[in-house]
C-alpha cells in the first residue's frame, strides 16, 4: 500500500509518501488499511448539478 502523509503547508504532491507492506509482525499497515476502509464505508456517490 503506498500511504501520502498530508504534511501541513505542503499540497499532497509534495508530501512524502511511504510504501507499506503487510508484515506479521507490527499493525501500521493493518491501520491504514481500517482507516482506508473506514472512510471508503461511508462515502457516498457525488451528486453534481447541471448547469443553467
Known amino acids: 500500500m ?5 504534511v501541513y ?6 508530501a512524502p ?3 507499506l507492506l503487510r508484515l506479521s509482525a507490527g ?4 491501520t491504514y488499511s481500517e482507516s482506508f476502509e473506514a472512510g471508503w464505508n ?3 456517490p457525488a451528486a453534481f448539478q447541471e448547469a443553467r
Not at 503506498?2 to 498530508?6: C, L, R, Y
Not at 503547508?9 to 509534495?14: D, K, N, P, V
Open 2 to 6: 503506498i500511504v501520502n502523509t498530508h
Open 9 to 14: 503547508g505542503f499540497q499532497g504532491a509534495h
Open 17 to 19: 509518501s511511504l510504501h
Open 27 to 30: 499493525e501500521l499497515f493493518e
Open 42 to 44: 461511508l462515502s457516498r
